[in-house]
């Protein structure tokens, strides 16, 4: 900067100014406005002036690179008055610097000192500064509760700032106003707010401004339970910071992913975002940006989280204490008020979540009470909620019920309610348990009715992306207590288990169009009420009913099929047979099994071998192991060679990832799969309506074009040679079908071609995004017309935002369209899953990559039998995988063939 300030030449200068960004130049120029403010009341005329000739070149820059005015105004209104007015000015420019950094003074008589300084840069015609005191004066009345005059002052502000050109300052009270009328629920104000702001910093590419609204619209649609939408917003602001070449500054905006993240528990994500953080703290610690010390604290919060959630509560209170005490040590202004609790939150929630309630109740209460003395009354209600869960975990029942009335009162602001939308579906788990705690069953059971319809209305105005599931996921205190007031009679478990699952299909219902607005048991106009019958407690009817419906199906198939619940340590298995409905709880604990699975799909999926390879002897006994503990005995003990009795499986979690019919059910040093002795099929949905008759044709599509951006974005590995013959085989079969191929493989022609096909077969690549591994996409072929930034790749949103209750099998034939994003905590959808929730009847899916040679061989066995009379869809698949297992292919091994599996949504 110094060289080509020294320089004469401003067209380099200008250059030099664009590449470095507007907060370069800008850092600049505040830098040197405090010198030649200094020169000037130092008496320094001389250097003043210099300084000056510098600081209109700069501002030059920022007008012309950055459509930044104000900067030049006030250096010719400056050189535009005599010395000693020019001193009197900067000395009044110098005391409303050092009254913003004054925290202690009571808000009234810093709104004095503000008044009495914005009178006299009237008078003195200082446009900017008496621009800067009525925003200051708006904050103070925001702080005291004055919503009127705060608001009043932020209109007064953002119109003078728009009117000198200070387009930065425009921007950010924009924000703040957008955000206040967010708050009180006038959307349409803050919407306008924000637009224009954005607008602004767009223009002039202010890289802290940008980014910023772009935040505030994040926040926004995460408590609106738009969560795919926010994900992606928080995204877009790291990656306007970098545009507008915002450097170390990016770090705010990847503290606030990571706080997104972590909140839905993708700790994954979280490790990733940390590391690149990381990189950037030292050079963000030594920047002028005002308060990063806080931001550097709130990653670090970020990281004590993780470490609880890793079970290194140890290291995790470390890291909090150290963080308190730098937090003490901050003189901080009142808005950074919630630093010093927000800690005490996070610490006391990782020590409830790894057992110790004992620890954290103290901590709780510290931060109830600060809370409550900051008037901040969202974080009260979530100290509430952490309070009854200590005291339930205590078993101190007085306790519990008083938090949680606090929770109610806090909770009955409709600004603060909406946000708490996990909160809320904890609570009523609570109050469900301390009612069984005290004997009161009837009543533990009306607050299980009522804490599933709140679930329903709330999962109807979710997204229905890959986040809503994630968010359902996580209500796993109300799926417990639906148990615990079932586990005395299996068949209730079961149905209520089925129940539970269907929660899937309601996700973002109430802006779906067609048929799938009333998906069978649950109410979709409405929160689900159940109806009294006869006294009973209706739910549990309810569960019965859902139970024997589907047991009925089922034993017309002549099926058996197994459920399973990871609830805690212990996996729980409900299995249907003509005997009934029984459950069980498997021999061997959660982790045993997790790492069962997680060793021998490792295995299976990362190569095919023969019978000389040395894993094969290791696949085998793994395969052999998962048998003997997850199967019910009715499948393990088979002995017929090849029996009629379909098994149908509904799993959970991590026992999603793995294909039960490779599992081994032979003597010990063989392998005879599962898949020999009988067909295997998922099940996601017990519905027991069937396929829909339907006579359309359907739509294939394959080897869609990608553009050019996601093959910049994603590592094709080439294009998918095979994928043309299969889908011209399905085409031969199915000579109505709709074909799309190549360009016209597109967003716009599928969409208009499945709405009412009968089956949609794709051949094409899946995708799973590298920074957030749980987002899945197909990509498709660009619009030839400007579109969406999404218009060139289907995901789980485009998939649900459709009814294809009228579609009675989907076959997605590329790399792990099956397969689920599994962690600890969250658990997200497959594509083939979304598939289903939308109404689909069956899924053909894969659980890990295929090469497409392979891939062809098999799905044309299957396109051979498949809608044959007389074969169900369930055997037209198995019959093809047990043709791989047949010599000469000598493919026993399951590397290929186990990949694919079918799923049902119906039965």
């Known amino acids: 900067m110094t060289k080509h300030l020294i320089s004469s030449d401003d067209s380099t200068l200008a250059r030099y100014g664009r590449r470095l960004g507007f907060s370069g130049i800008w850092e600049a ?25 510098y600081l209109k070149r700069i501002a030059l820059v920022l007008k012309y690179q950055y459509n930044y005015d104000s900067g030049l105004k006030d250096i010719i209104f400056i050189e535009g008055l005599s010395p000693e007015i020019r001193r ?54 925001g702080r005291i509760s004055n919503i009127q005059e705060q608001i009043r002052y932020l209109k007064l502000s953002c119109a003078e700032f728009a009117a000198i050109g200070a387009h930065r300052m425009t921007s950010q009270d924009l924000g703040v106003l957008g955000s206040i009328y967010g708050e009180f629920g006038n959307i349409d104000s803050m919407i306008i707010c924000y637009e224009e702001s954005r607008r602004i910093a767009n223009r002039s590419r202010l890289p802290m401004q940008a980014p910023r609204i772009t935040t505030f619209y994040a926040w926004h649609y995460t408590h609106q339970g738009r969560l795919s939408l926010a994900h992606d917003l928080f995204n877009e602001a790291m990656e306007l910071c970098r545009k507008y070449k915002g450097g170390c500054m990016e770090i705010r905006y990847i503290n606030n992913a990571m706080h997104f993240q972590a909140n839905l528990g993708c700790w994954g994500i979280v490790d990733q975002l940390l ?35 890793q079970g290194k509560v140890d290291e995790a209170e470390a890291v909090l204490q150290r963080i308190m005490e730098s937090i003490n040590d901050l003189d901080l202004p009142y808005v950074y008020r919630m630093e010093h609790i927000k800690p005490l939150f996070y610490w006391a929630e990782g020590l409830l979540e790894n057992g110790r309630p004992s620890e954290a109740i103290n901590i709780i209460r510290d931060g109830f009470k600060r809370s409550e003395e900051a008037s901040l009354p969202l974080l009260s209600a979530q100290f509430a909620l952490l309070i009854a869960r200590a005291a339930y975990q205590l078993q101190n029942m007085q306790s519990a019920e008083w938090a949680i009335q606090q929770f109610d009162h806090l ?24 009612k069984m705690m005290s004997g009161d069953l009837k009543g533990a059971i009306r607050t299980l009715e009522e804490g599933l319809a709140h679930l329903n209305k709330t999962a109807m105005d979710m997204d229905a992306g890959v986040h809503g599931y994630i968010w359902l996921n996580d209500c796993k205190e109300l799926r417990q207590l639906m148990h615990d007031l079932t586990s005395y009679d299996p068949v209730l478990g079961y149905g209520a288990e089925l129940f539970w699952r269907d929660f899937y299909r309601l996700l973002g219902c109430r802006t779906r169009e067609g048929s799938l607005a009333d998906p069978g048991h649950i109410q979709k106009t409405d929160a689900y009420v159940p109806a009294k019958r006869d006294g009973k407690p209706s739910i549990i009817e309810d569960f019965r009913e859902h139970a024997e419906a589907a047991k009925a199906r089922i034993l017309d198939l002549g099926a058996i099929h197994s459920t399973y619940l990871i609830r805690g340590d212990e996996i729980w298995r409900w299995t249907v047979t003509p005997q009934g409905i029984r459950r069980e709880t498997l021999s061997t604990t959660t982790n045993e099994v997790r790492t069962l699975v997680k060793t021998t799909w490792r295995i299976l999926s990362t190569g095919s071998w023969d019978s000389a390879d040395a894993a094969v002897p290791l696949l085998i006994e793994k395969l052999r ?99 043309l013959a299969e889908g011209e085989a399905v085409a031969s079969r199915n000579p109505g079908a709709a074909f799309l191929t190549g360009a016209a493989a597109t967003k716009t022609n599928l969409r208009s071609s499945w709405g009412n096909a009968s089956f949609i077969y794709l051949a094409a690549h899946t995708l799973r995004d590298p920074e957030a591994p749980y987002l899945m996409l197909i990509p498709l072929a660009p619009s030839d017309v400007p579109s969406a930034p999404d218009a060139s790749y289907l995901d ?38 979304a ?27 299957y396109i051979q039998t498949w809608g044959s009379p007389g074969i169900s869809k369930i055997r037209a698949l198995c019959n093809a995988k047990r043709m791989a297992l047949q010599p000469p292919e000598g493919a026993r091994y399951p590397f290929w063939w186990a990949s694919y599996s079918i799923k049902l949504g119906k039965l």
């Open 796 to 833: 789980i949103s485009d998939i649900r935002a459709t009814d294809l209750s009228n579609c009675n099998i989907v076959v997605l034939s590329g790399c792990s369209s099956g397969a689920p994003y599994v962690e600890a905590r969250s658990v997200g959808p497959s594509l083939g899953d």
């Open 88 to 141: 009197e000015l900067f000395n009044l420019r110098n005391n409303f610097s050092l009254l913003q950094k004054e925290n202690d003074l009571a808000p009234v008589e810093k709104l004095e000192r503000y008044s009495s300084l914005l009178e006299s840069f009237e008078e003195y015609g200082d446009e900017f500064h008496a621009a800067m005191c009525k925003s200051a004066k708006s904050y103070i009345y």
């Open 411 to 434: 909770a009955q602001k409709q600004e603060i309610g909406k946000m708490l939308k996990r909160e809320w579906i904890e609570r009523y788990a609570l109050l469900g348990k301390l």
């Open 835 to 861: 598939f289903l929730d939308a109404g689909a009847g069956a899924v053909v899916q894969t659980f890990w990559d295929v090469r497409d040679d392979e891939a062809r061989k098999l799905m044309t066995s």
């Open 625 to 723: 192991s998962l048998a003997h503990v997850l199967l019910p005995p009715e499948v393990l003990y088979e002995t017929n060679a090849q029996s009629d009795t379909p098994f149908l499986i509904t799993t959970h979690g991590f026992l999603s990832r793995i294909p039960f019919e490779a599992f081994n059910i032979g003597a010990e040093g063989e392998y005879t799969p599962l898949l020999m002795h009988r067909d295997v099929a998922y099940l996601r949905h017990a519905d027991p309506s069937g396929d829909r008759p339907n006579t359309n044709p359907g739509v294939i599509l394959v080897n869609a074009k990608p553009s050019k951006e996601l093959r910049k974005r994603y590592p094709f590995q080439q294009e998918l040679q095979n994928a």
């Open 29 to 53: 120029n505040v830098k040197i406005g405090r010198q030649v403010r200094d020169m000037w009341l130092e008496d320094d005329h001389r250097t003043a002036l210099i300084l000056t000739n």
């Open 275 to 309: 590391k690149r953080a990381r990189v950037m703290e030292q050079e963000f610690k030594n920047s002028t940006i005002a308060f990063s010390d806080v931001i550097l604290l709130r990653i670090k919060q970020i990281e004590a989280r993780m470490k609880m959630a």
